[in-house]
């Protein structure tokens, strides 16, 4: 998904691109909050992950076309792109401790967490907060990407031409994998990686609850393993 949705930039522009992102992501994020029937969770993931497909891609786009158009064709990207990619690391660590330990907070002392649960009308859940504090940083985001986020000239693009592009495009990168034995190597550990990842995500959450005896501790424990992942890709990026 990430070919087609990444040509769409070279079409429309870095910023739309980013953020219809966000907007896609914080409409996830709210969904997700309030969502009271199953199918409507998956509409929030469907989201999500149309959201990150999108963003997949531009920023770093938009990084290498603003480096370029100042120093040159042959400009240094790489200590750069590292950086955004350790800010984006610890970024990852600090929220998700955040969003694990605030339905736990909400639960000590006078309970406010019950408190908010009364007010609403059992729409809005300790678990609810940390997804609607993430949609509002995404209206933060959005208006960021509006505001601030100057593009540099590119040559013009045209959608049919993106889109032809795409199964060339990866009819090559399977070509390559097959015929090279270290791109060969680099896709079956990213494939193997990714799914091992996809199990973790899934099955310790639910494992953690049952150790801790409470989602809301269990969300604790699972947000604290998540940091010290991330904090390590922070350190990998940064000695890159």
């Keep these: 998904m990430e070919l087609p949705t990444g ?6 522009g870095r910023r739309v691109v980013l953020a219809g992102a966000g907007v896609l992501n ?3 994020m709210t969904l997700l909050a309030l969502a009271s ?6 509409v929030a ?3 999500m992950g149309a959201g990150r497909a999108l963003a997949s891609g531009p920023a770093e ?3 290498v076309d603003s480096v370029q158009a100042a120093e040159g064709p042959g400009a240094e990207l790489r200590t750069g792109l590292a950086r955004g990619n350790t800010a984006t690391a610890v970024a990852l660590a600090v929220g998700t401790v955040c969003g694990g330990g605030l339905p736990w907070v909400l639960g000590l002392g006078p309970d406010p967490g019950a408190r908010l649960v009364e007010v609403t009308a059992g729409v809005v859940l300790p ?3 940390p997804p609607l504090l993430g949609a509002l940083i995404g209206v933060g985001y959005v208006t960021y990407v509006l505001v601030a986020l100057s593009e540099p000239p590119r040559a013009p693009a045209t959608l049919r031409g993106v889109l032809r592009d795409v199964p060339v495009t990866m009819v090559g990168g399977l070509r390559l994998g097959r015929g090279d034995v270290v791109v060969r190597r680099v896709l079956l550990t990213a494939a193997a990686l990714g799914g091992a990842l996809a199990v973790i995500e899934l099955l310790t959450p639910g494992r953690a609850a049952e150790l ?7 969300a604790v424990l699972f947000a604290l393993l998540a940091c010290a992942g991330f904090l390590c890709t922070a350190v990998g990026s940064h000695l890159a």
């Design 127 to 129: 678990l609810s907060v």
């Design 26 to 28: 914080l409409s996830a």
């Design 61 to 63: 786009a938009w990084y």
């Design 37 to 42: 029937a199953w199918w409507l969770l998956v």
């Design 45 to 47: 993931m469907v989201l």
């Design 7 to 12: 040509g769409f930039s070279d079409v429309l």
């Design 212 to 218: 801790t005896g409470a989602a809301e501790s269990g």
